[in-house]
């Protein structure tokens, strides 16, 4: 597949879904977003596969079901855990509609998941792995 044929379908996705899509050189592959209130996605440009995937799943925050659900950016557990079934649901949508899903496409969702789950990990961690508070009179 060329970085034309890929570029071609995300511009007819964008069209068909009424998603602008803005390729800002200026921006590094893993800056991508979506802004589901507004329809827009911001990317790099679309160079390979990669770049035409990571575009695929910020339209799939968008317009694939189950992509878009969080009205603000997740505070507690809960959120966190629904953010990650946002991230595999825009994941699914991308892998849904591209011409290809190939292995540098798969590592790209792989590593892009494991740090939303990394943020999760964390968050527990912070808040139920705490250690106990010792109370003056404990230290002898
Ligand atoms: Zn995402």
């Known amino acids: 597949m060329t970085t034309s044929s890929y570029r071609a379908h995300?511009?007819?996705l964008a069209a068909q879904n009424r998603v602008l899509l803005v390729?800002?050189?200026?921006?590094?592959p893993h800056e991508a977003f979506a802004v589901a209130a507004r329809r827009v996605v911001m990317s790099h440009p679309i160079v390979d596969?990669?770049?035409?995937?990571?575009?695929?799943?910020e339209m799939g925050h968008i317009v694939g079901p189950g992509g878009?659900?969080?009205a603000a950016?997740?505070?507690?557990?809960?959120?966190?855990m629904a953010r990650m079934d946002e991230e595999d649901a825009a994941w699914a949508w991308a892998k849904s509609v591209a011409l290809e899903w190939t292995e540098p496409?798969?590592?790209v969702r792989v590593w892009a998941r494991e740090t939303y789950r990394q943020s999760l990990e964390?968050?527990?961690k912070a808040?139920?792995?705490?250690p106990p508070a010792r109370k003056i009179g404990d230290w002898k």
Not at 23 to 28: A, F, K
Not at 73 to 80: A, F, G, S
């Open 10 to 12: 995300a511009q007819l």
């Open 68 to 70: 878009s659900t969080l």
């Open 105 to 107: 496409m798969e590592f």
């Open 49 to 57: 596969c990669t770049t035409y995937c990571v575009v695929l799943h």
């Open 23 to 28: 390729e800002e050189p200026g921006m590094q």
């Open 127 to 130: 808040t139920y792995c705490k």
């Open 73 to 80: 950016p997740p505070r507690d557990t809960k959120e966190l």
């Open 122 to 124: 964390d968050h527990i």
